[in-house]
């Protein structure tokens, strides 16, 4: 089945440190998303990516890096630059086909300790 | 930038009664709607969306939402809820103009109780 995969599920950090999340698509999407959830804010946009190679800043991309190497994978960076890292993220794609909608990953949970 | 604001962040509701979730967004000459479901630790999962045609959308698990462009609203409703529908849903709209990018709402809780 075709679909979004985050890993790992839970991941604990200490200060100071780097950490990459991955995300990994097969529905053959052009565009992926990283978002931060909070409780009670919603969903923040991080960066996303429109094609290979290419990438855009969203509204809290500080703190954050990402690459677009291949189609397939967008992995996201939380540099130590990152004053309040612990959150939840999700990844989604959307692409010809999808018909405008998002397809979600089940989210990696991130606790800096 | 596009604004979505749900107007409550939380609503608890009894067994089989109806509910309606609110929605509003800044006002843009062409937008499409998304509502989505997110249960607890999990990714979101698109419940309907507007895009073009009829203003009254029906979506999975039985709810529907309408677009009411003069009030620029996309409300959700369910008749009869179920205990399962307890979860956190969100409110999303993209600019016609900026296709691919999805912006929020906060979302509200809905919590159903026996």
């Known amino acids: 089945d075709g679909g979004i995969t985050q890993s790992p599920k839970y991941l604990f950090r200490k200060e100071g440190q780097n950490v990459t999340l991955s995300c990994e698509q097969n529905l053959n999407h052009d565009a992926m998303y990283w978002y931060r959830q909070d409780p009670g804010q919603g969903l923040r946009l991080i960066y996303y990516s429109q094609i290979v190679n290419d990438f855009q800043k969203g509204d809290i991309a500080e703190g954050y890096s990402v690459s677009r190497e291949k189609k397939e994978s967008f992995p996201l960076t939380v540099t130590s630059a990152q004053k309040n890292p612990t959150a939840f993220y999700l990844c989604a794609s959307s692409g010809e086909g999808s018909n405008y909608g998002y397809t979600f990953g089940s989210g990696t949970r991130l606790t800096v300790v | 930038a596009q604004s979505v604001t749900q107007l409550d962040s939380q609503v608890p509701v009894f067994e089989e009664a109806p509910v309606e979730l609110r929605c509003n967004y800044s006002s843009s000459v062409s937008v499409y709607l998304f509502w989505y479901v997110q249960y607890p630790n999990q990714g979101l999962q698109l419940l309907l969306k507007y895009l073009s045609g009829s203003t009254l959308v029906k979506g999975i698990n039985g709810f529907e939402a309408e677009f009411n462009k003069s009030q620029t609203s996309f409300h959700l409703r369910k008749p009869s809820v179920h205990i399962s529908d307890t979860a956190e849903y969100f409110c999303?709209?993209?600019?016609?103009?900026?296709?691919?990018?999805?912006?929020f709402g906060r979302g509200t809780q809905l919590t159903v109780w026996p």
């Open positions: 999303a709209v993209m600019r016609g103009s900026t296709l691919g990018r999805l912006y």
